[in-house]
């Protein structure tokens, strides 16, 4: 059976910082591309950020230079480290884990930026 647990999630102040990991198991980690999407109310999920399994990343134009998306195969862990956070950046984030026709979703972690 295919998990993605995601954590690290809670509320920060404008300008703080949060690190997101996603621990995936039933998997063969390595060769999946894992993507950190985020879904705040009343709008569309978007993809934040993405790695392949060759360890390629991708940002959205929004998080470029903020936030870095890292992979640990040993640990088959994502992670999403997110700086200088704005209000903008308050969702429910979820992890992505994609090979080939297979997709597998976190239950998403809440972040909220306010002061």
């Known amino acids: 059976q295919v998990q993605l647990v995601e954590s690290g999630g809670g509320l920060v102040q404008p300008g703080g910082s949060l690190r997101l990991s996603c621990a995936t198991s039933?998997?063969?980690?390595?060769?999946?591309?894992m993507g950190w999407y985020r879904q705040a109310p009343g709008k569309q999920r978007e993809l934040v950020a993405g790695?392949?399994?060759?360890?390629?990343?991708s940002y959205a134009d929004s998080v470029k230079g903020r936030f870095t998306i890292a992979r640990d195969n040993a640990k088959n862990t994502v992670y999403l480290q997110m700086n200088s956070l704005k209000p903008e950046d308050t969702a429910v984030y979820y992890c992505?884990?994609?090979?080939?026709?297979?997709?597998?979703w976190g239950q998403g972690t809440q972040v909220t930026v306010s002061s």
């Open positions: 790695i392949r399994s060759g360890a390629y990343t």
């Open positions: 039933g998997l063969v980690f390595s060769i999946y591309a």
């Open positions: 992505n884990a994609i090979y080939k026709t297979q997709s597998y």
